[in-house]
């Protein structure tokens, strides 16, 4: 069996961990997507911001592989998942990506540490105990491993959420609307882990928000409008993204 490592890989943000080359997403007469060609730096936290239906959940779908884009060409550690099989291409999002949902998305049966631990399970590893720790640590849930889902609050079920992201050390974790159904405190609990995420372990994040608080704690924020990136707002401020979030 293999086993994960606890051994710290910090990377600093550097060359490309995700990049999009005139990805273009169809639903019938629908573009979801039109034309977007993108680089996320290694180690940076991007938030993707736009209006509802603008494309942001197409969006992430497409740049992690969960669907695939009508046209162009979607890159992960340098890989054109678009040339992977179906079976690779889950093999690939399972080992070197984590997600994060609006809805949580905890199996009700499972405990704590299971839910947490279920990504390595279904790849056939073990956690490795003192990596297990630490995630469990960072997230806060050390005295809550064998509680269910349904014994936690929003906030508690989202920072389990994200620990299961973070078992596999992924290189990328997105993350759609992650802070959508908790109050602001917990919210930001839940921002300080993947700001941690990045600092701390060298991860790069997606983060699909429509909250200007939410985007304010990523390095650049990437603004999409009807399928398409209009701009880009670095050491974004929430009076920043807020004004320029009006004029979309
Ligand atoms: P956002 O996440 O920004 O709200 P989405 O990516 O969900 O936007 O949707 C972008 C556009 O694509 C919308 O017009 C939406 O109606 C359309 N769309 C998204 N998913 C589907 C689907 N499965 N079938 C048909 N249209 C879809
Ligand atoms: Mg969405």
């Known amino acids: 069996m293999m086993t994960m490592t606890a051994e710290a890989t910090v990377r600093a943000t550097g ?21 977007i060609t993108w680089t996320f730096p290694r180690g940076g936290f991007t938030a993707v911001m736009g209006p509802s239906g603008s494309g942001k959940s197409t969006f992430l779908h497409c740049a992690s592989g969960l669907d695939r884009p009508s046209a162009g060409t979607v890159r992960i550690g340098g890989v054109d998942i678009g040339r992977l099989n179906e079976a690779k291409r889950t093999r690939l999002r399972r080992e070197r990506i984590g997600f994060v949902f609006q809805a949580f998305n905890l199996i009700p049966s499972m405990d704590v540490e299971r839910n947490i631990t279920l990504p390595l399970h279904l790849g056939g590893a073990e956690a490795d105990p003192a990596w297990l720790e630490e995630v469990v640590r960072r997230v806060g849930l050390a005295d809550r491993l064998r ?4 014994e936690l609050s ?12 973070l078992i596999t050390r992924p290189e990328v974790v997105f993350a759609d609307e992650p802070t959508g159904a908790l109050d602001p405190r917990t919210a930001r609990d839940v921002l300080r882990m ?4 990045a600092d701390l372990t060298g991860q790069t994040i997606v983060l699909v928000t429509h909250d200007p608080m939410a985007a304010a704690w ?8 009807r399928g398409r990136i209009v701009d880009e707002l670095a050491a974004p401020t929430v009076s920043a993204v807020m004004s320029r979030w009006e004029t979309l």
């Open 15 to 35: 060359p490309e961990a995700v990049g999009l080359d005139s990805v273009t997403r169809t639903y019938g007469a629908v573009r979801a997507l039109d034309g």
């Open 147 to 150: 509680h269910r889902p349904s």
């Open 154 to 165: 929003g906030g508690q079920q989202q920072r389990a959420a994200l620990a299961r992201a």
């Open 194 to 197: 993947l700001r941690e995420a």
């Open 218 to 225: 990523a390095d650049s924020v990437v603004f999409l409008s």
